[in-house]
Structure formats: structure tokens, C-alpha cells
């Protein structure tokens, strides 16, 4: 029973989206495409356990979500052309399953480039994708985004009607309009990972961004940030592991054992950032990243390349997490005093105001100094203002350590 279910659950994974992208390229349907992936699964789950996996578990999948599709369009007596299309969807019993190329891989492009098109408000790209791409179910993509299951069920209704009275085509734009569009879709991707590695967000979410993310990159090789957003995504997540402590709370980078990093994920890591030959944002966070991970203890790290790689960064992409990192990193790289400069830079411009994690640099900036007692007083003062609660107990910890 447990071997099927996780066959079950190896299968979707792999076979899920490239059943929905194609009975939505065929039908032009995307709640029966959905429909129609989501029972072929339920269907294996009830006879996987008494008649065992079959050989090919994606092209059984996509049998069944065919005849269930053919089942409804021929009792909703949809055209003849739509039948005969879908007839010849999925090769007969005991050939293999098409390989990845030709259809499989423009449908499965066709999809993601949907779902993450710029006629839909970010958060419901964010949605769509997870639902439609990763067969996540509604409640769980609710939970994510903090909003009632009601809610996003109608939010995705609104989503899929968009796409169909806008007449948003489903492809993959090229030339130009690919340039424009990808970085939207690697937009997405940060996004859905961010939620999912951040202090109190789901880790399932952001190893569904990885999966994406390598599905991506197979699919679009010759795309250089699309290597870089991968490589990034693995080496921040190889540390997830070593993010908490026993009891639960989170341990900055000095303080992690770097044997419970995941050191696979390291090497693949950096293998994808090896193909990148370009200075966008993606590669630039990756570069970091991997001066982090490839250091051996923290005193081993590479801090004056982060502080340049920063100084890049912002000069591309600027954000206020960008300029509180930069602070920290030439706060490493050329000392604490080097630091609070360019933190006083950064908030010069109003964009930092009231920020707590502002007030936590300055506090390890000041710790650094030697003024332990401000610099507990402005750990206490980030961690009134912050709203994760892990980040609010670590905040309070670093205060209580530097409170005499």
C-alpha cells in the first residue's frame, strides 16, 4: 500500500503538469484538464495497491485522464476534431511514453508562460502556477498566500476566466517577446521560493520552486539566468537543514554546522551556476550564495567578492534587502564602522524607514563595535517591530547575550 501511494506520488510529480498541458492544449479547458489529472491520480491510488504499479506510471496517468477527458467532451458532444485529437494523445498499451521533446516540452513551456503571463496580478501567477503546474491542491496554495480556501478557489476561477476572455495565447513567445516575458516567469518562481524558505514559510513550497526551477532549465538550456535562478535556489536551500537549532530556533550563518548542509545540492548548485555567462540579478545572488556555501567555516568566508557582489547587485537590481545586505557584507568585508556607512547611506533615501531588520543590522554593526548595551537595546527594538516569530525569539536571544 505505501510503495503504491509513493508511486503514486513520484508520478505526479513528473506527469502531472505534462497531462494538464496537454488536455489543455487539445481542449482549451483548463478545469477539465485539471479535473481529468487530478481522478487518473485518484484512479491509482484505489487499483496501484491491488494491481501493482504498472511499468510506465506516467503514460498509465495519462490514459486515464484521456478517456476521462473523451468521456466528458463526448457527453458535452464537443466536435469530432477535439475527440480525434485527443484519441491520439498517448501511445497504445506497451510502447514507451513520449520522450522529452517535440509536444511534451512546448506544452509543458506553453503552460508555465501561461500562468505566469503579465495581464494577471502577481499573486495569482503565483497561484495558477502552483495549482495548475504543480498540482497543488487549492487549501494548501491558500494557506501560502493567508487567505480562506473560498477565497482562492474564486481567485483561480477569476484567473483561468482572465486568461480565456483576454484571449491570452497559449505558447511560448520568441525573439524579443521572450526576453520580455521570461523574466516575469523566473519572477514567479522567486517569488513562490521566498515564501517558502523565509523563517516561517512552508518548505514544501520552495522545494516546488526548485522542481520548477530544474524543470525549467531542462526545457530552456540555452536561458543563462534560468541556470542562475536554479543555482541559487539550491545553494540557499542546501542550508535548510541547518537553519535551527534543537529547540526550533534559527541560527544565522556563524552559527550553523555546515556538515548538515546538504552538499549535493552544493555541487548541483554550483555545476548550474558554472553554465552561467552573464551579469544579471539571478547570477549575481547565485555568486553570493556561493561564496557562502563553498567556505568552509565562517571565518573562511569570501566576504570582500560578497561586498562587490553586492555592490553589482544594487547597482541592477536595488531593493532594501539589498542594501541591508550590502551593509552587513562591507561590514565583514572592511569592518563594522565601513558598515554603518552604508547602512547610513541606504536609509538616507527614506525607503529603510522603520524597517526592523534596518535596526538588527545596525545592532550587529554596534555589537561588532564593542557598544554591547545599544546593541541590545536595538536587538529589542527590531524584535517589537518584526513579524515573523522566529526571527522575533532570535532578535530577543542576540539582546539577551549582549545585555550585561
Known sequence: MVAAADAVAAASAEAYPRIVATLIRVTGDWALAEDCAQEALAVALERWPGDGVPANPGGWLMTVARNRAVDVLRRAAVERRKLHDLAVLTPADGQPEPSVGGDVVDDRLKLIFTCCHPALAIEARVALTLRTVCGV????????????????????????TRIAQAGIPYRVPDGPALAERLPGVLAVLYLLFTRGYEADGEPAFADEAIRLARLLDRLMPEQSEVAALLALFLLQHSRRDARRDAAGNLLTLDRQDRRRWDHTAIAEGLGALARVRHDGPYAWQA??????????????????????????????????????????????????????????????????????????????????????????????????????????????????????
Not at 491542491?137 to 483561468?160: D, G, K, Q, W
Not at 566576504?303 to 542594501?323: C, E, F, H, K
Open 287 to 404: 555568486r553570493i550564495a556561493a561564496c557562502h556555501a563553498t567556505a568552509g567555516s565562517a571565518e573562511a568566508t569570501d566576504w570582500p567578492a560578497i561586498a562587490r557582489a553586492y555592490d553589482a547587485l544594487a547597482g541592477i537590481r536595488p531593493s532594501p534587502v539589498v542594501a541591508l545586505n550590502r551593509a552587513v557584507a562591507h561590514g565583514y568585508a572592511h569592518g563594522p564602522a565601513a558598515g554603518l556607512t552604508v547602512l547610513d547611506a541606504a536609509r538616507a533615501g527614506g525607503g529603510l524607514d522603520d524597517h526592523p531588520l534596518a535596526v538588527a543590522v545596525e545592532a550587529d554593526l554596534v555589537a561588532r563595535q564593542g557598544d554591547r548595551l545599544h546593541a541590545a537595546t536595538l536587538f529589542r527594538r527590531a524584535a517589537a517591530a518584526v513579524g515573523s516569530a522566529a526571527e522575533r525569539r532570535a532578535l530577543l536571544g542576540r539582546a539577551v547575550e549582549l545585555a550585561p
Open 137 to 160: 491542491p487549492t487549501a494548501a496554495i491558500a494557506r501560502l498566500l493567508l487567505v480562506s480556501e473560498s477565497t482562492m478557489t474564486r481567485r483561480l476561477t477569476r484567473a483561468r
